[in-house]
C-alpha cells in the first residue's frame, strides 16, 4: 500500500462516482440512451488507455487503475440502463428485476476483474473480484426469493454451499490464490447467514417453517464443523442454538395450545439436548453440559410455578427427576461440580413442596397451616434423611458429600423454624427437630443442630400460647423445656461449649440457644420474674464446663448467686404480711449471699474476705436503716441483739472490723431508741458530759506520755493480734 496506490485508488472512485452523477443528472439535450453510450464509451477508453499506457508506458499500477476505472463504467452504464428501463420495466430499479440488475451488474464487474487478474496478475484484482462475485450471488439471492420468508431460506442454503466448498472440498487448496478465496469466501458465508440468523431471532415469538429450517441448518453445520474440524467452540454454540430451537417449538405450541402445554415442551426438548450433551461422545463438554442442564433447571422451575390444583403430576415428575440428577452431581469425581450439586440440591424439592401444598389444601381440604406443617416437616425429614444416608458415600466424592450433607441439613433446619406454627399436627415438627440433631450431632460439626434446637423451643412456645392463655401454664412448660436443655448441655457436652479435636468439632447446642427460652418467657408479674431471674442464674451456672478456668468458674457462680438472690427477694411465694418480716427476709437473703461467696472465692483469699464484707457490711447497715425505719420495742431489741451477737462474735474473733461495725450500730440504735428521753434533757448535762468526756481523754493521754507511750500506741497495743 504504496502512496501511488492510495493516489490510484481515491482516485479511480472519484471517477467511478463521477460517472454514476452523470449517469443520473438530468442533461437537457442528452438522451438516456446517449447518456448510457457516453458512459460506455468512456469505459470502451478507459480500456485502451489501460492497454496503451501498460505496452508503452509500462507503468503497471496506473494500467490497473484505468481497467478497475473502465469496470467501473461498465457497471455504472448497465445500471444506468436499468435506471431509465431502456431494457424493460422488470429489469429495471423499479421493476420487480431490480435484484437482478445489481446481480447483473456486480456479475459484469466481477468477470471484467477476473480477467483484468490474468492480464495483470495483481492481488488487489482478485481481490476484489472474489467480493463481487459474492455480492452477485447476494442480490441473486434476494432475486430468487423474491420475499424476505423466501429469500432467507436460499441464503442459508448458500452459506452452506459456500462454507462446505471451502472447509470441506477444499477448492481453493494448493491453488495460486487460496488465501483470498478463503478469506473473501468466509466472510461471504457469515454475511450469508447473519441474515437468516436474524430473521429466526426477529420471528422466534411466531415461528415459522423457514425458521425451523433454517435452525436446523445452522445445527447441522455446527454438528459436522465441530467433529470434522474437532473445534469445541462449535459444539458449544450448537447447545445453544438448539436450546433456542426448543424454545422457537415451545412459543409455536404456546401460540397453538396453552402456557402449560408450551412449559411441558421447552422442559423435553432442553432435557433431550441435555441427555445429548451429557452421554454422546464428542457433544460432551462441561460447557455445553453445564448450559444445557441450567436450562432444564429452569425450564422444571418454570413447570412447577405453571402447576395447578388439578393438573400436576407431570410437573411432580419433571421436578424429582431434576432432582435425582442434581443428587447424581454430588458423586462427580469434580470437586467443583460436587460441590455445586450439594449446596443446589435442596432448592427445586423446596419449589416442589411449595406446590405440594397447594395441592394439598385442595385435595384434602385441611387449613393452610396444616398443610404447611405436614409438607414442610415432610420435606425436612427427607432432607435430614438424606444427610444420614449420604454419610455412606462420603469416601466417593468426600467434599461434594459433605456440602450436600450440611446443605440438606442447614435446610432442614431453616424449614423447621418456619414450618413451627401451632395446628393440631404441632407434634410433627417436634419429632422432625430429634431426628435432625440426632443426625447433626453425629457430623463432624455439628453446628447444624443449633437450628432443631431453636426451632423446638419455638414450636413448644406457639403451641403453649395457641392452647393456654394462663402465664403460670407457659412458665411451667417453658422452664421445663429450659431445664431439659440445660440437663443435656451438663450430660452430653460436659467437656466444653465448643470442643475442638482433629475427628470432630463440638458445639453445644443447648446452652447455645437456652436463652431462646428465657426470653419467650418474658411476661408481667412476679412469677415471671422469679423464673426468668432463676432461669438466668441456671444458665450462668451451665456455662461451667470441665475445661473452665478456676477464676471463670467463679465469676460465673459470682452472677449465678446475685441473680439467686434477686429471684429469692423478688419471689412470689412465702410472702408475709408484716413488712418488717419482709425486710428481714431481704437482708437474711444478702447476708447469705455473702457467705455463699465467701465460699465460692475460697481459692483467692482476698477476693473472698473483700466480696463477703462487702456484702455482710452492706447488710448489717441494712438492719440498722431496718430498726431506724420500724421504730418499735420489739424491732428494735431484735435488732440490738443481733448486734450484741455480732459484737461478742467479733471480740472472740478479734476482728476489728466487725467490732467497729457493731459498736458504732449498738451506739447508733441506742442513742436513736432514747431519742426523746435525751432530748428533754437539759442543755447543760450534755455539756457536762461533754467536759468529763474531755477531761478523761487527758487525763488518759497524761497517763500514756508517763509510761513513754502514745494514745495510739497504747490503743493499738490493746488490740495487738485483731485482724480487718
Not at 140 to 165: K, N, S
Not at 373 to 394: G, N, P, V
Not at 423 to 443: D, E, K, T
Not at 697 to 709: G, H, R, V
Request: aromatic fraction near 14%.
Amino acid at each position: 500500500m504504496t502512496v501511488s496506490n492510495v493516489l490510484f485508488l481515491i482516485g479511480t472512485f472519484f471517477v467511478v462516482l463521477s460517472g454514476l452523477a452523470f449517469g443520473v443528472a438530468r442533461w437537457v439535450h442528452t438522451s438516456h440512451s446517449g447518456r448510457v453510450a457516453i458512459i460506455a464509451a468512456a469505459a470502451a477508453v478507459t480500456f485502451i488507455l489501460s492497454a496503451v499506457i501498460k505496452k508503452f508506458l509500462k507503468l503497471s499500477g496506473t494500467a490497473v487503475s484505468f481497467y478497475i476505472l473502465g469496470t467501473g463504467f461498465m457497471s455504472t452504464a448497465l445500471l444506468t440502463a436499468g435506471f431509465y428501463r431502456l431494457m424493460g420495466e422488470w429489469f429495471s430499479f423499479h421493476g420487480d428485476g431490480a435484484c437482478a440488475l445489481l446481480a447483473a451488474s456486480t456479475a459484469l464487474a466481477a468477470a471484467m476483474l477476473f480477467l483484468g487478474n490474468k492480464l495483470f496478475s495483481k492481488l488487489p484484482l482478485i481481490y476484489s473480484a472474489l467480493s463481487c462475485t459474492a455480492f452477485a450471488l447476494l442480490f441473486a439471492a434476494f432475486q430468487a426469493g423474491d420475499t424476505i420468508e423466501g429469500t432467507v431460506p436460499v441464503l442459508i442454503i448458500l452459506q452452506a454451499i459456500v462454507t462446505a466448498i471451502i472447509y470441506v472440498f477444499k477448492a481453493a487448496d494448493g491453488k495460486k490464490h487460496e488465501l483470498p478465496f478463503k478469506i473473501v469466501g468466509s466472510a461471504a458465508a457469515l454475511i450469508y447467514g447473519v441474515c437468516p440468523a436474524m430473521y429466526v431471532l426477529s420471528e422466534i415469538a411466531s415461528p415459522s417453517v423457514q425458521g425451523y429450517f433454517i435452525s436446523a441448518v445452522i445445527i447441522a453445520q455446527l454438528v459436522f464443523y465441530g467433529f470434522y474440524k474437532k473445534i469445541e467452540g462449535l459444539i458449544y454454540a450448537e447447545s445453544v442454538v438448539s436450546l433456542l430451537l426448543a424454545l422457537m417449538f415451545s412459543l409455536d405450541v404456546y401460540n397453538g395450545y396453552d402456557r402449560r402445554s408450551s412449559c411441558l415442551c421447552f422442559f423435553g426438548g432442553a432435557f433431550l439436548i441435555y441427555i445429548i450433551h451429557r452421554f454422546v461422545p464428542g457433544f460432551r463438554h462441561i460447557f455445553t453440559e453445564s448450559f444445557t442442564f441450567a436450562a432444564s433447571v429452569i425450564s422444571a422451575v418454570v413447570c412447577l410455578a405453571n402447576a395447578s390444583e388439578f393438573e400436576y403430576i407431570p410437573e411432580i415428575m419433571i421436578a424429582m427427576l431434576v432432582s435425582a440428577v442434581i443428587g447424581a452431581y454430588v458423586f462427580s469425581k469434580n470437586n467443583i461440580i460436587s460441590t455445586a450439586a450439594g449446596i443446589t440440591a435442596i432448592y427445586l424439592p423446596m419449589l416442589t413442596c411449595g406446590s405440594a401444598i397447594r395441592i394439598i389444601i385442595s385435595e384434602t381440604g385441611l387449613s393452610r397451616v396444616s398443610a404447611n406443617t405436614l409438607c414442610w416437616c415432610f420435606l425436612a425429614f427427607i432432607f435430614t434423611a438424606s444427610a444420614f444416608i449420604l454419610k455412606r458415600f462420603a469416601g466417593k466424592a468426600a467434599q461434594g458429600i459433605e456440602a450436600a450433607r450440611y446443605t440438606d441439613l442447614i435446610a432442614a433446619g431453616v424449614i423447621l423454624i418456619a414450618a413451627s406454627e401451632t395446628g393440631r399436627f404441632f407434634l410433627v415438627p417436634l419429632a422432625v427437630c430429634l431426628i435432625h440433631f440426632a443426625v447433626s450431632n453425629r457430623m463432624r460439626y455439628n453446628f447444624t443442630a443449633l437450628l432443631p434446637a431453636l426451632s423446638f423451643i419455638i414450636t413448644v412456645y406457639k403451641a403453649v400460647t395457641a392452647y393456654s392463655s394462663d402465664e403460670i401454664i407457659k412458665l411451667i412448660v417453658l422452664s421445663a423445656v429450659f431445664l431439659t436443655y440445660m440437663g443435656l448441655s451438663r450430660l452430653i457436652y460436659s467437656k466444653g461449649i465448643f470442643v475442638a479435636s482433629d475427628e470432630k468439632t463440638v458445639l453445644d447446642p443447648m446452652l447455645s440457644t437456652g436463652w431462646l427460652a428465657i426470653a419467650l418467657m418474658n411476661g408481667q408479674g412476679r412469677n415471671t420474674a422469679f423464673c426468668m431471674l432463676m432461669a438466668m442464674a441456671v444458665y450462668a451456672a451451665c456455662f461451667i464446663k470441665k475445661n473452665t478456668p478456676d477464676h471463670v468458674s467463679s465469676i460465673l457462680l459470682t452472677i449465678t448467686t446475685a441473680l439467686t438472690a434477686i429471684a429469692l427477694i423478688t419471689r412470689p411465694f412465702l410472702i408475709p404480711d408484716s413488712e418488717q418480716i419482709s425486710s428481714k427476709i431481704t437482708i437474711a437473703v444478702i447476708a447469705l449471699t455473702g457467705l455463699v461467696c465467701r465460699f465460692i472465692w475460697r481459692k483467692y483469699t482476698s477476693a473472698a474476705k473483700y466480696a463477703s464484707n462487702c456484702l455482710f457490711i452492706f447488710s448489717f447497715i441494712a438492719l440498722l436503716a431496718d430498726a431506724l425505719r420500724f421504730d418499735n420495742g420489739g424491732n428494735t431489741i431484735f435488732v440490738m441483739a443481733v448486734m450484741m451477737l455480732v459484737l461478742i462474735i467479733s471480740i472472740m474473733t478479734r476482728s476489728k472490723t466487725w467490732f467497729i461495725a457493731s459498736s458504732a450500730c449498738l451506739l447508733t440504735i441506742t442513742v436513736y431508741a432514747t431519742r426523746e428521753y435525751l432530748m428533754a434533757l437539759n442543755w447543760w448535762i450534755y455539756l457536762f458530759f461533754a467536759g468529763m468526756m474531755l477531761i478523761g481523754l487527758a487525763a488518759f493521754n497524761e497517763y500514756c506520755k508517763k509510761n513513754n507511750e502514745t494514745l495510739r500506741s497504747t490503743v493499738a497495743k490493746r488490740f495487738s493480734g485483731w485482724t480487718w
